[in-house]
């Protein structure tokens, strides 16, 4: 319990929640001792209206994203409270702000941040509607608390300038280190791979995430302001992450086969099973030492795991003999290859936590890093293409703008207490997609009832106005620390702040309570039957969207492995880029395909075929990723024209499918299964010769070389065969 407390005490979203705790707790408590509790609450608010832009970014993003954010919300205020009074024109200008605000999410993950904050000031500004000079000092504290806000966000990031980037490298390590672990798993008899596989895909939706929150701070600080000790370090041990998350998704074995070899010979796979979970083990080893401010001390003797692969395979060896053994033996020394490899990769990551900085060699590592980042410009070409109802983010905008009309009429109309819980409502709870929108609301609606009775139990015992405040500061922080995490329990704790503030405010808390409950309720059904019957953004319209950019993502990584198994040489940059936009679409992909099974049975459709082209997706990075990596570990020889040859019929299957899924005639031909199939003869008898004819070797240094050019030969095949299917499973998507 107590490693569970501080754990959570040390995690990012509790840093910010206490960050915007303090930043609105502060100035209501001075103000409220010098008699002028309305103004402080008033800086409380600019604080908690500029807190949500403080996204992860370089300190120089921070700062501009949180001072656009303050003063961004503190015009839209003095803008609401002077159209006000000119109802006639108050509607159409209202409309039109919303619209507007929304449509900023075109630009991203900061512009989003940005918008949901200005969204929140235009609903609260309906609390406190003031006239004449009133108005402008009004929306002047707003600005004070916004900036206020920054001040302590500064502050905090100071006291602990690496704290967030250690957090995040750590999170990702705890991620690798668990796909490490299913990769372990696949060895355990009838192991359910299908259940598996799907794991290892919704974990990629997880690591694109932290990958991108980390490139947006470590990188752009790198960038701009130099290369410290601390971001060498936290570099080296980020580029090394993926480069082991690449050799396990590089590195497959056929399981069955495997296991089917040696059933009689169990030791060399359980063996080699205990090195796959090690290799986990200790990667989630360092993530604790991270994550609790230890000292890492290694627990785990990988070179030891692999000298006792290395002895079963030697003893499997000569228990059947010289030849007999010499197939098991070439799978086992493959296995025990990628097991040195990912040794090699953690030991740099340790060493990263052990060794002084300085010791660790990071030369070439951080060769064109900032093209790995997603560009800071907000063209206004951006915002004028989704202005067509082919883009989710301008039918969210309209269905977001039309259903806040509707709650503020029905609030005006209808006698509710508090108008702008309506709407804060709706801006909380509706989002672009339909499944995220109805948890939301379930769990909005769950939290306020459950947080509602709570506190009014609690205000029913306990008159003290002095508890009643703690108890309200501590569920302020805790309704901000679970926001991300867990909807459900951040709207329990929120509502319980709010009714122990009327509480000390107000007499008739149990009206509170009831009318908080009542708008919540309306606010969630309108935003729920907004997203089901307005232009809603049902996620198989998307999928052949991200199905495009999957595949053309992997067709641009095989592309960047031909080139460099034709040009020799070191990895370029164009290669690592085409390798981690091939992982980010893969992500992209399986999270869509995880929003449309949340969605209504009847919208989700080609489930079968879309989760099989997923599958497929992954399978053809698995084994572009197997190609890559053996071009990069081997000398190999001069690419023939076999190779070119498989290598374009497969990215012209993929052109296909890609023709498919646009609706467009134009097909390439693939070349006859007979050409193919003599292209792999060809390319089996080149590599024969050009092997004999180079320097004299002995015929097990002969045999062996041939086995590591039949890996690509078989990787060749197994592209082959994917694209081919990827082909198929398209049309038969698109013809349903």
């Excluded at 009014?456 to 106005?465: K, M």
């Excluded at 009206?511 to 409950?517: E, G, H, L, S």
Aim: with cysteine; glycine share 4%.
């Amino acid at each position: 319990m107590i490693y569970r407390i501080r754990k959570f005490t040390d995690s990012t979203y509790f840093n910010n929640a206490l960050k915007v705790t303090i930043a609105a707790v502060i100035p209501v408590l001075l103000f409220s001792f010098l008699g002028n509790f309305e103004m402080g609450f008033t800086i409380a608010l600019g604080a908690f209206f500029t807190y949500p832009s403080d996204i992860p970014s370089s300190l120089k993003h921070k700062i501009n994203g949180v001072l656009v954010t303050a003063f961004l919300v503190a015009g839209l205020n003095l803008l609401v409270n002077i159209m006000h009074p000119y109802s006639w024109v108050f509607y159409p200008f209202l409309a039109l702000l919303i619209f507007l605000i929304s449509m900023l999410s075109v630009y991203e993950k900061r512009a989003t941040a940005v918008s949901f904050s200005a969204l929140l000031a235009v609903s609260l500004a309906f609390a406190h509607l003031h006239t004449g000079l009133e108005m402008i000092e009004y929306s002047g504290l707003i600005l004070v608390g916004g900036l206020f806000y920054l001040l302590i966000s500064l502050i905090f990031h100071y006291l602990s300038p690496h704290r967030y980037i250690e957090l995040e490298i750590a999170e990702c390590i705890k991620l690798t280190a668990k796909y490490l672990k299913l990769r372990g798993d696949l060895w355990t008899i009838n192991a359910d791979k299908k259940a598996i596989i799907e794991k290892q895909l919704h974990l990629q939706v997880e690591l694109n995430t932290i990958r991108q929150n980390i490139r947006e701070v470590l990188i752009s600080s790198h960038t701009t302001s130099g290369s410290s000790n601390q971001n060498r370090k936290m570099l080296i041990v980020f580029i090394s992450l993926i480069e082991i998350l690449e050799l396990a998704l590089s590195t497959s074995f056929d399981h069955d086969k495997l296991h089917q070899k040696f059933d009689d010979h169990p030791k060399v796979l359980l063996t080699y099973q205990s090195l796959a979970y090690n290799l986990a083990a200790s990667l989630k080893q360092v993530y604790k030492s991270v994550q609790n401010r230890t000292k890492y001390v290694s627990k785990h003797n990988l070179l030891g795991d692999l000298n006792a692969l290395q002895i079963a395979i030697t003893e499997y060896e000569n228990d059947l003999g010289k030849i007999a053994a010499s197939e098991g033996v070439f799978m086992l020394t493959t296995m025990l290859q990628y097991g040195e490899k990912q040794v090699e990769k953690i030991k740099i990551v340790e060493r990263a936590f052990t060794l002084a900085i300085n010791s660790l060699d990071f030369k070439g590592k951080d060769k064109d890093l900032e093209k790995f980042l997603t560009p800071q410009y907000y063209p206004l070409s951006t915002l004028i293409e989704n202005l067509s109802f082919s883009s989710t983010i301008f039918r969210h905008s309209l269905r977001l703008t039309i259903t806040i009309l509707i709650g503020f009429i029905i609030g005006n109309v209808l006698p509710f207490h508090n108008v702008y819980w309506i709407l804060l409502t709706i801006i909380v709870i509706m989002r672009p997609g339909y499944g995220l929108t109805k948890q939301r609301s379930f769990h909005r609606i769950f939290g306020t009832i459950l947080g509602g009775l709570i506190a009014f139990g609690v205000l029913t015992f306990i008159h003290n106005s002095i508890v009643i405040s703690i108890f309200s500061i501590l569920c302020m922080l805790l309704g901000f620390s679970f926001t991300q995490t867990n909807y459900k329990v951040s709207a329990t704790f929120v509502t319980m702040y709010i009714v122990f503030i009327y509480g000390i405010l107000t007499p008739n808390i149990s009206d509170v309570i009831q009318y908080r409950i009542l708008d919540t309720i309306v606010g969630a059904a309108l935003a729920f039957f907004a997203n089901h019957f307005l232009w809603p953004s049902w996620e198989f319209l998307n999928i052949p969207i991200y199905l495009e950019k999957s595949i053309k993502a992997n067709e641009n990584y095989l592309k960047e492995i031909s080139i460099l198994y034709n040009k020799k040489g070191t990895i370029s940059t164009s290669y690592r880029l085409a390798r981690k936009n091939a992982f980010i679409e893969i992500g992209n992909l399986m999270a869509s395909f995880q929003r449309m099974i949340q969605e209504p049975k009847s919208k989700q459709k080609q489930l079968p075929q879309v989760y099989k082209l997923a599958i497929l997706n992954h399978s053809l990075l698995s084994s572009s990723a197997s190609l890559g990596t053996y071009i990069q570990s081997h000398k190999t020889t001069s690419a023939s024209e076999a190779f070119n040859v498989v290598v374009d019929t497969v990215i012209k299957n993929l052109d296909n499918a890609i023709s498919l899924l646009k609706n467009d005639s134009d097909i390439k031909e693939s070349l006859p299964k007979e050409d193919l199939a003599m292209r792999f003869t060809e390319l089996k008898n080149i590599r024969e010769k050009e092997l004999k004819a180079g320097i004299p070797i002995d015929e097990e240094a002969f045999q062996l070389k041939m086995q590591e050019a039949q890996l690509v030969i078989e990787q060749l095949i197994w592209l082959t065969n994917l694209s081919e299917n990827i082909v198929k499973t398209t049309k038969e998507l698109m013809q349903s």
